[in-house]
């Protein structure tokens, strides 16, 4: 007989991944205390380790400001960023703001 409980892989699967929950386990877990602590103890892990680790490895609000004036980076600096814009939709979203936000000044 199949275990009605989420195993811990489906449950990381369903908080990160947003895959979908077997129709069985999803029940279980709505009539299931246990199981709902621990779907709230993993949303709870999770949005911790987003909040640690969301940008990180991105350029500062002064780098990405910057980086839409002239002679103000190195050319490394510039060349850096550009190449991070084109994999970071964060960073290209605050660019877009930034370029907006100079060209009605």
């Given at each position: 007989?199949?275990?009605?409980?989420?195993?811990?892989?489906?449950?990381?699967?369903?908080?990160?991944?947003?895959?979908?929950?077997?129709?069985?386990?999803?029940?279980?877990?709505?009539?299931?205390?246990?199981?709902q602590?621990?779907?709230?103890?993993?949303?709870?892990?999770?949005?911790?380790?987003?909040?640690?680790?969301?940008?990180?490895?991105?350029?500062?609000?002064?780098?990405?400001?910057?980086?839409?004036?002239?002679?103000?980076?190195?050319?490394?600096?510039?060349?850096?960023?550009?190449?991070?814009l084109?994999?970071?939709?964060?960073?290209?979203?605050?660019?877009?703001?930034?370029?907006?936000?100079?060209?009605?000044?």
């Open positions: 007989m199949n275990d009605p409980h989420a195993s811990p892989e489906e449950l990381l699967a369903f908080l990160c991944d947003g895959d979908p929950l077997p129709q069985t386990v999803q029940q279980h877990i709505d009539h299931c205390q246990l199981c602590q621990q779907v709230v103890s993993y949303q709870k892990t999770a949005t911790c380790l987003f909040t640690l680790m969301y940008r990180r490895d991105c350029p500062s609000g002064a780098a990405l400001s910057a980086w839409c004036l002239p002679n103000v980076l190195s050319d490394g600096e510039q060349s850096q960023i550009s190449k991070h084109t994999q970071c939709p964060h960073c290209a979203a605050e660019l877009a703001e930034t370029l907006q936000f100079l060209e009605t000044s």
